[in-house]
């Protein structure tokens, strides 16, 4: 009798060490599982796979067209690591009825990852993936039997990469007209974008020069996570006057960080404010943005100006997702690097992002005049994050919301409790904490708003003094 595997579709599908957790047979697996589910549920006749560029993630691509071929299905392959909002625009786009993408996204090297996407280009929601681990829990003999004696296909493949490049340039080209030429430096961190955002923005007239251009399982030997410590080179050559922009993306390219000559490096919660509010001005925005619990609440201010409703919901993209996909919402984004737009498909898109940014920033006379006037309009938010290392962290979270919400609460003046996804308190002076567990990691982050940074930091400590008082209980 074979033994049950055990896996779990975190906030961005299932993700685990190479090797480790994360093998051959667990890949077979989840595509076994999958492919049932969808074809019982919604039926499924085309696949497109596709993987990043991380170690094993071409073997393990292989591996998920091998099983979709023994179910019958017509598959292709990408032929190169492809980022996972391109995988997802040219699997909608070709009528694939499902895109499997193999990526850990943002997670250090020695992870990767199972991701499922759906034929409107959206990360498949938890109803589905929910039900994918429930069939293999009661499958699991079949399932398990069926993939052990597993031949590796040959399989076709294709290069999305063309299809894609034109059609962001022409989208953005028809919102955004570009004026000034501006001296960009990209850094695609040896992973999916490189040659993607370079070819967009020399398109639209920009002189552009890319940095770490070779594909690298081990990313340098840093994080594929765009944050300032893994891009200092990028940071160093745009805050010398060097170059007027630098765009990097992480591993998977669906976040984006920009730095600016005069502001340096931009975090999300400085980049969505930017485009919400140009957008906004622009018409685009009608109904509604979408921003998840832990994303700047400075959209909340532009929300205002403008007329239109803020839906605020749990931390991931698919939640984004689901809020544009009801009609809610024109655009959205996460603090974590991602923006969403109804007219594009609704996943987190950090290429896409970056065209439309350098556009906008090209019509309106620069990145740094485009900061200045929304920070003009409606102040500057400061913002951190401090993840703690904690297995089970969103159940620490729930077993202890009661005392959480009390003791977070007297931090401030007027709290606002809110419990969509974890704990979070908004008080009267615009400040903000929140504490949650991480889905994609063993982690339990906790993250601050305010308008000062001393207000920020004081926030952050006491919220880390709260959680270590419950440890020790």
Known sequence: MSSKLTFHF?????????????????????????????????????????????????????????????????????????????????????????????????????????????????????????????????????????????????????????????????SVIKMFKPRSRFKIIIDPIYATSIGYTSEVLRRLGMEVTEIHNNYDPSFGGRDPNPEPQNIPELIQEVTAGKYDIGISHDGDSDRIALVDRVHGYLSANDILPIVVERLASASMIKRGIVRTVSTTHILDNIAAKYGFKVVEVPVGVKY???????????????????????????????????????????????????????????????????????????????????????????????????????????FGDGSWILIRGSGTEPKLRIYSEALSMGRVEELINNAIDIVNKLLRQ
């Open 10 to 170: 975190g906030t961005d599908g299932v993700r685990g060490v190479i090797d480790e957790e994360f093998t051959d047979f667990l890949v077979a697996v989840l595509a076994e599982s999958t492919f049932r589910y969808w074809s019982s549920k919604y039926g499924l006749h085309k696949v497109f796979v596709s993987f990043d560029a991380r170690r094993k993630s071409r073997d393990f691509a292989h591996i998920v067209a091998s099983v979709a071929v023994n179910h019958g299905l017509d598959v292709v392959m990408v032929n190169k690591p492809t980022p996972t909002p391109t995988a997802a625009w040219f699997g909608s786009r070709f009528g694939f009825d499902l895109t499997i993408q193999i990526t850990a996204s943002h997670n250090p090297p020695i992870y990767n990852g199972f991701k499922v996407i759906t034929n409107k280009g959206s990360p498949a929601q938890e109803e589905d993936t929910d039900e994918i681990e429930r069939l293999y829990s009661n499958e699991y003999e079949d399932i398990n039997r069926s993939v052990k004696t597993l031949e590796l296909r040959p399989i076709p493949t294709v290069d999305p990469a063309p299809e894609y490049i034109n059609y962001v340039y022409e």
């Open 320 to 426: 984004v997702a689901r809020a544009i996909l009801s009609g809610e919402a024109d655009m959205g984004g996460e603090e974590s690097g991602g923006l969403v737009y109804s007219w594009h498909i609704p996943d987190k898109d950090g290429i896409y992002t970056a065209s439309l940014i350098v556009a906008m920033a090209s019509e309106y006379g620069g990145l740094t005049n485009l900061i200045s006037d929304v920070r003009s309009k409606y102040g500057r938010a400061y913002f951190k994050r401090v993840d703690l290392d904690m297995r089970n962290s969103k159940k620490f979270v729930s077993d202890n919301r009661e005392t959480l919400l009390k003791m977070l609460s007297s931090l401030g003046p007027s709290p606002r409790p809110i419990t969509i996804d974890g704990v979070k308190v908004v």
